[in-house]
């Protein structure tokens, strides 16, 4: 049963810590999405990549979030400085053009 | 306006109610619709998808896809405590990116 998988799955950590998020997408799907959901904004959308090239990020907060795509395995999403606001839980999604995105369990992050 | 409106409830019903959920959208591009389910702490499971017009059923649930009033709907049959979650509509052109709705709460109420 093919699953995307994400990790840690939990963080706490304080505020001005690096966070590193990781997610191996489904073997063969060749899109990848990272989205925040909070109880005030819901799920959105961050960024995503096509064959490992980033296609649009323009809903992540370009000067402490990065998203990058080593290889086709693994998907990172970094946050440096974290700060309070940043608290959401984080899903990785992945899928393949023209069909449906399949969600990871999410990192349910917490910055104190 | 949003691209695409969801009444976020919370709904509540009695055990064995038929369910209706619904968004509406703007976009006339949107050639694909999902549904997707939401436990709590879990993330969101596909549930329906359609890329017509029309009714699709896959046991108890049912997506209705209306282009020409940009309206899609959910329905469940038999609703059960286990239908408790929330339940997001979402939509795409080829090849984009979804488009979600805010997310309806269901309570099923044994």
């Known amino acids: 049963d093919a699953r995307v998988t994400q990790t840690p799955r939990h963080k706490v950590t304080e505020m001005g810590q690096e966070v590193t998020m990781r997610c191996q997408p489904i073997?063969?799907?060749?899109?990848v999405f990272w989205y925040r959901q909070t109880m005030m904004q819901g799920l959105e959308l961050l960024a995503y990549f096509r064959n490992r090239a980033p296609l649009d990020d323009s809903g992540m907060p370009k000067d402490r979030f990065s998203a990058e795509m080593p290889d086709a395995t693994l998907a990172t999403l970094k946050i440096q400085p974290s700060e309070p606001r940043d608290s959401a839980v984080y899903f990785c999604?992945?899928?393949?053009?023209?069909?449906?995105?399949?969600f990871g369990p999410g990192t349910r992050l917490l910055v104190l | 306006q949003k691209e695409v409106e969801q009444d976020p409830g919370p709904l509540s019903v009695p055990e064995g109610a038929i369910v209706s959920l619904n968004c509406t959208y703007s976009n006339s591009a949107f050639q694909y619709f999902m549904w997707y389910r939401q436990y709590s702490r879990k993330g969101p499971e596909l549930l329906m998808y359609t890329y017509s017009s029309g009714n699709k059923e896959d046991g108890r649930f049912t997506a209705q896809v209306d282009k020409s009033s940009k309206y899609i709907s959910l329905f469940i049959r038999d609703s059960q405590p286990s239908d408790s979650a929330t339940y997001l509509c979402?939509?795409?052109?080829?090849?984009?990116?979804?488009?979600f709705g805010a997310g309806t709460i269901l309570r099923v109420k044994s």
């Open positions: 979402a939509m795409m052109e080829y090849g984009n990116k979804l488009v």
């Open positions: 999604a992945s899928g393949s053009l023209g069909e449906t995105q399949y």
């Open positions: 073997l063969g799907h060749n899109t």
